[in-house]
């Protein structure tokens, strides 16, 4: 099946405490990414990547990191937790050409920072 | 900042009614997608329509885009409870062939609910 996978789902942690959020897509999607999902927000970018050792940050991406190492992977680390960093995280992944194309969603990940 | 703007923010019908959410936007774009999010779930893509298309049809769903007016609509037929979620329109922005870049931008969603 066709799918992008995150670990955890849910995180309950404390300021300071580095953490890492990990996305795999089963699909060779050259591009993935990385938003955070607030309420009044919406959705907003952290990073993307369009391809193995190509990363660039999107709108948020203070707080964080990501690596490219594998195509499927593109793990998010936190490497020093704040409370504003709690949120509802989703990794996306669709193939880089042809441009109009669908972003496929994982599940999404809860993080909760004391 | 945030590029879509949908409308209304919640919208509650009967069952059986149809469902009208509008979206819009500032810029210019490649396309318009409208996505659907069931509580505290990943987005599920619904429909893409590219910026030379007026309207679009899969199944129940029914997009349109105005490109002048900088505006989409989304119209769900016939509702059923299971429609119940929130719904997101995210454009392709115009500048991302020019920049290389790849990113939708999100308005803030529809909350949509279907009374039985």
């Known amino acids: 099946e066709a799918q992008v996978t995150q670990n955890p789902r849910y995180l309950i942690t404390v300021t300071g405490k580095k953490l890492t959020v990990t996305c795999s897509q089963n699909m060779n999607h050259e591009y993935m990414s990385w938003y955070r999902q607030d309420p009044g927000l919406g959705l907003r970018q952290i990073y993307y990547s369009m391809n193995v050792e190509v990363t660039d940050k999107g709108d948020v991406p203070e707080g964080y990191k990501v690596s490219r190492k594998e195509k499927r992977n593109f793990p998010l680390i936190l490497e020093s937790p704040s409370p504003n960093q709690t949120s509802l995280y989703f990794c996306a992944s669709r193939r880089d050409r042809p441009i109009y194309n669908e972003q496929f969603f994982g599940p999404g990940t809860r993080l909760t920072v004391l | 900042s945030q590029q879509g703007e949908e409308d209304p923010q919640a919208l509650s019908i009967q069952e059986g009614e149809n469902a009208t959410m509008n979206c819009s936007y500032k810029t210019s774009i490649n396309n318009l997608q409208w996505y659907r999010q069931n509580s505290g779930r990943g987005l599920v893509h619904l429909i893409l329509?590219?910026?030379?298309?007026r309207e679009k049809h899969s199944g129940r769903l029914r997009v349109t885009l105005d490109t002048s007016k900088k505006s989409s609509s989304l119209l769900i037929t016939a509702s059923r409870a299971a429609d119940t979620a929130s719904y997101f329109c995210a454009t392709d922005p115009a500048i991302n062939l020019h920049q290389g870049a790849q990113k939708l931008v999100f308005g803030q969603g529809t909350r949509l609910t279907i009374n039985p």
């Open positions: 329509i590219r910026s030379n298309e």
